[in-house]
């Protein structure tokens, strides 16, 4: 819309004569200015007067530029005259004293004109943009407290897991042998959901996570938390997609469960891998597949209980995730996530 409304005045200006001009800007409901082929400004019209307070003799030339913020002379003045040394449009932000006093943002839009292939100079149109402004610096100021407040939160978690997994450590060595397996998998639990978190707090943008990159780094994370090299992750398939914290989330800990279930059904000489395949095409839902296993399926572990299941209906249900199968090669684990912005394979 900007556009056209600069296309318009340039046509006008070029075919009517510079009075003429003149007595139709100022019926012109926006500000607007024209300047000569060495830019100084030949005029204003009476809605830049109005919100200048200045008289149009006190504009004209570059008297104007001392309605200019001190901060923005030096941007406005360089942006200026590489546009005329090109004689091409220019669009920039500044601000302009307001005949209040007040400084004021302004979206200043500018194009050349020319008479018979003769470059004559520009014309401008100037709008208020101050309120859009504020929303931005708003926006950016709440977005900087957001993360603030994000990185205490993590924190203080971080501090009281690693409190949880030291009690359940003394508490597990002074279990009766036979209770000391489930403490271990309770330690290892709580530790999965730390590092969880960890990796959460770590993506490049909180508010809509990689998918791909997250797994991809809880993977080398999970490989590395318990007896490192026993486990093996591997993230595979096509695409990826952008989602909400909650559902990286949800699948950061269903990922976990599937380790820590195949950690705790096999013994500790056994190599267990988890492989996660993503299907994530345009137009469909984002699905992911998981399979675990060790390399000597009938050895098993100290007797613990088996939770893994309810774990996992629990965090895809917190998630709107759609879940279904074990994650055996026999019975795959397939998850479908809810509505997330897809991207293709690089």
Excluded at 92 to 119: C, K, M, Q, S, V
Excluded at 238 to 253: Q, Y
């Amino acid at each position: 819309m900007a556009a056209e409304t600069e296309s318009t005045e340039a046509s006008i200006a070029e075919a009517v004569p510079c009075d003429e001009f003149r007595r139709f800007a100022d019926f012109v409901p926006l500000m607007m200015w024209r300047s000569d082929i060495e830019g100084a400004a030949v005029h204003h019209n009476e809605c830049w007067l109005d919100f200048t307070g200045r008289s149009r003799e006190d504009e004209l030339g570059h008297g104007w530029r001392r309605g200019l913020h001190p901060d923005d002379f030096d941007r406005h003045a360089a942006l200026v005259q590489e546009a005329f040394a090109s004689r091409s449009p220019y669009s920039i932000e500044f601000r302009l004293r307001r005949h209040d006093g007040a400084y004021r943002w302004l979206l200043n839009n500018a194009r050349p004109l020319t008479e018979n292939g003769t470059f004559q100079g520009y014309l401008g149109s100037c709008f208020d943009i101050t309120d859009r402004k504020r929303a931005e610096e708003h926006a950016e100021h709440a977005l900087v407290e957001k993360e603030a407040l994000l990185a205490e939160v993590y924190h203080r978690v971080r501090n009281n897991l690693q409190v949880m997994v030291s009690l359940i450590g003394l508490y597990g060595r002074a279990a009766p042998p036979p209770c000391r397996g489930s403490f271990e998998a309770l330690g290892q639990r709580v530790r999965a959901i730390a590092l969880v978190q960890q990796h959460l707090h770590e993506a490049p943008h909180i508010a809509s996570i990689d998918l791909r990159d997250y797994l991809h780094r809880l993977a080398s994370g999970l490989g590395q938390l318990r007896r490192a090299g026993r486990i093996s992750v591997a993230v595979g398939g096509s695409g990826t997609s952008l989602v909400e914290p909650r559902t990286a989330n949800a699948l950061g800990m269903i990922v976990a469960e599937v380790v820590a279930e195949c950690l705790d059904a096999t013994a500790d000489s056994v190599s267990c891998t988890i492989a996660i395949t993503i299907d994530a095409q345009a137009g469909a839902p984002v699905r992911l597949t998981i399979v675990s296993g060790g390399d000597q399926p009938g050895a098993h572990a100290t007797d613990v209980p088996n939770l893994g299941p309810r774990l996992v209906a629990a965090y895809a249900a917190q998630a709107e995730i759609a879940v279904r199968g074990t994650g055996t090669q026999a019975d795959p684990m397939e998850l479908q996530l809810p509505e997330a912005l897809v991207h293709p394979s690089e």
